[in-house]
């Protein structure tokens, strides 16, 4: 279904909207992104209601916070649209795990629904949040299902605002327990993926979370595209030396041509039931991610984590070598 486009409202008029009804609709709330969304909703007095999918796998939602739950399956426009009713403003994310390589047409579809059936309920406020270096035209099928992603929701009409979050850290992301639990599986030497200077701007999944609920009160912000990283820069041999320190463990880094850990990451994939090491991750390896260290102090008006203070969850007694056997062979 190709979505119909709307005339978007004035900034005023969508701050009055906000003030007569404050139900956020969060889909992928089982993901690291969506349930620190969901906490920061919370906590800044709106209602949450997430979309919980159908699924064979454990969904984990966010604890200790009061939110109300929809089943609806994503290409079902008659459930979506009941998922909306009292729902002012929709806040869109997509899953980061090993398997999001599998979906990214999936989401595309996915995010086209969505905004179908928004126009359709008119829920007027959508906020995606994207990735940076989204582009409809890359090479590299993470970026290009972003980018197309992205191309929909500027299409279609509603008082959009997109995020383009750099690689994004904290409590239950795909990324940063990976490397622990590679760490864990080769005691001595770390083998890494030479980079040359391809850099990233690591940012606290809390900073984002606060970014996206921010956004919501914000109508100047409609219709714009905004980066959002941390406070600094890396190349990818700092980031994994800052990620392991963080989990008290000291490897030397044996860095190898990329074309050779591609290989060895095919092969354990063919192998394996589940990626030991997820293909889309070389997409970030190629095309990095950094934005301008200011964007979240120069629109949000605070200040961003450093990584030091984003990676407490690597510190947990957790059996790293046993979760990373039972994440790669066990069948779900």
């Known amino acids: 279904m190709v ?14 909207e906000k003030e007569e009804g404050k139900m956020i609709l969060v889909t992928e709330a089982t993901d690291f992104k969506g349930r620190a969304v969901v906490r920061h909703l919370v906590t800044e007095q709106y209602e949450a209601r997430c979309i919980l999918q159908p699924s064979q796998h454990e969904q984990k ?17 008659p459930s979506l649209r009941a998922a909306m009713q009292d729902v002012t403003a929709i806040i ?37 949040l994207s990735r940076l270096g989204a582009d409809r035209t890359s090479a590299y099928p993470l970026f290009l299902a972003s980018g197309k992603a992205e191309a929909i929701v500027r299409e279609s009409g509603l008082n959009y605002t997109i995020l383009q979050p750099c690689l994004t850290v904290g409590p239950g992301d795909p990324f940063t327990p990976m490397l622990v639990m590679l760490a864990k599986f080769f005691p001595f030497i770390l083998p890494i993926p030479e980079s040359g200077q391809t850099c990233f701007q690591p940012l606290c999944v809390h900073d984002l979370a606060k970014c996206a609920v921010a956004t919501l009160k914000r109508g100047t912000m409609i219709g714009q595209t905004i980066p959002v990283g941390g406070p600094e820069h890396f190349t ?15 490897r030397r880094l044996l860095r190898l041509r990329v074309p050779f850990i591609q290989w060895m990451a095919a092969l354990a994939n063919a192998l394996l039931p589940h990626d030991p090491i997820p293909l889309w991750w070389f997409d970030l390896l190629a095309v990095g991610s950094t934005s301008d260290l200011l964007s979240i102090p120069r629109h949000f008006d605070f200040e961003a984590r450093r990584i030091s203070e984003c990676l407490s969850h690597l510190q947990s007694k957790r059996p790293w070598r046993r979760d990373f056997i039972r994440g790669t062979i066990t069948r779900r």
């Open 92 to 128: 869109h994310t997509f899953e980061e795990d090993e398997e999001l390589g599998y979906r990214l047409e999936d989401h595309i579809a996915t995010t086209t629904n969505l905004i179908a059936a928004a126009q359709e309920a008119d829920v007027r406020r959508f906020i995606y």
């Open 236 to 250: 990818f041999e700092q980031l994994v030396t800052e990620v392991l320190a963080a989990a008290g463990l000291k």
């Open 61 to 77: 939602l966010p604890s200790g916070v009061p939110f109300s739950t929809i089943s609806a399956q994503m290409d079902d426009l």
């Open 3 to 16: 979505p119909r486009k709307y005339p978007a409202c004035k900034p005023s008029d969508c701050d009055m």
